[in-house]
């Protein structure tokens, strides 16, 4: 049970940081070489969300979410690879957000995702659902007090296979108009901003997926029908302001964790794709309220 809680934490890193992130577009990059080989995993995102007024301080917000991911296998396997060629991964993202009181916000999210390789027809076993419920204190904009922001939440995710939503935590406080930390899963970072258009920061986070692999294939004398990639990183990151709402960011960094796993029906380990930590790179613009 221990190892499911540590996988969940990992392909829920994802979901997660977009329900702390006020953005309303993003296009994004992502790249890990697998060492001392000639695979690679990339991955392309796109979001966009559209929140709607319902009544004072209440929204409701549809969104939409795509991922492709390329693996890029280059190096020799005992089995045939050209059914894990690439990945899809599409989310509807519908929540609900409005204020308890004058402190607190809560926020409701429901997550249909198609997550599969997309080689023949789609059916049932390509879909999951998640969802989340948090509670959101915001003094961010308080003049009486140091700046800070807590997030309280449950989050239930079917790709990781526990039955019931585990806790998630973010705390973000800033010290001065310098310096500010966020501690939390998934992300934690102390940040640094030179100016309004400037800042960099030291981080660690999550990150990951799970999906469905439609043409499953014998490995190792057993069929294998997911894969899943966990991936922990520690590195250093740059955003850069346009305007207010519009940022361009990068993340460097190598990985602590970096488990690329074939999965059974049962979602046991079967074959590692890759185990040995790399290097790290994100990169992207987005836009925010």
């Known amino acids: 049970m221990l190892k499911k809680i540590i996988v969940f934490l990992f392909l829920t890193a994802h979901s997660f940081t977009n329900a702390q992130l006020t953005d309303l577009a993003r296009v994004e990059y992502s790249f890990i070489p697998k060492t001392k080989s000639e695979d690679q995993y990339t991955r392309l995102r796109a979001l966009f969300n559209y929140p709607i007024k319902v009544k004072e301080d209440s929204y409701f917000v549809v969104g939409i979410e795509y991922n492709r991911i390329i693996l890029n296998l280059r190096d020799t396997y005992p089995f045939d690879i050209s059914f894990l060629n690439s990945i899809t991964v599409l989310d ?6 409005h204020k308890m009181n004058e402190n607190w916000r ?14 023949n027809k789609i059916t049932k076993d390509d879909f999951f659902l998640n969802g989340g419920v948090f509670f959101i204190k915001d003094r961010t904009k308080a003049t009486d007090l140091t700046p800070y922001r807590l997030i309280l939440g449950l989050t239930y995710n079917t790709t990781a296979g526990i039955p019931f939503p585990l806790p998630l935590i973010s705390y973000f406080r800033q010290f001065n108009e310098k310096w500010s930390y966020t501690v939390g899963v998934p992300k934690m970072n102390l940040k640094y901003r030179f100016n ?31 894969i899943s990639l966990s991936v922990g990183v520690a590195g250093f990151g740059y955003e850069y302001a346009f305007t207010k709402n519009l940022v361009w960011y ?31 790179l994100r990169s992207g613009i987005k836009f925010r309220i």
């Open 92 to 97: 509807l993202n519908l929540a609900y957000t």
């Open 106 to 119: 809560v926020a409701y999210r429901i997550t249909p995702r198609l997550a599969s390789t997309l080689t």
């Open 196 to 226: 309004n258009k400037n800042n960099v920061q030291a981080f660690l986070g999550l990150d990951g997926y799970f999906a469905h692999i439609q043409q499953g294939k014998m490995v190792q004398g057993q069929q294998v029908d997911n």
């Open 250 to 280: 990068a993340y460097s960094g190598y990985t602590f964790r970096l488990n690329n796993i074939l999965r059974n029906e049962n979602r046991d380990d079967v074959f590692a794709l890759d185990d040995i930590n790399s290097f790290y």
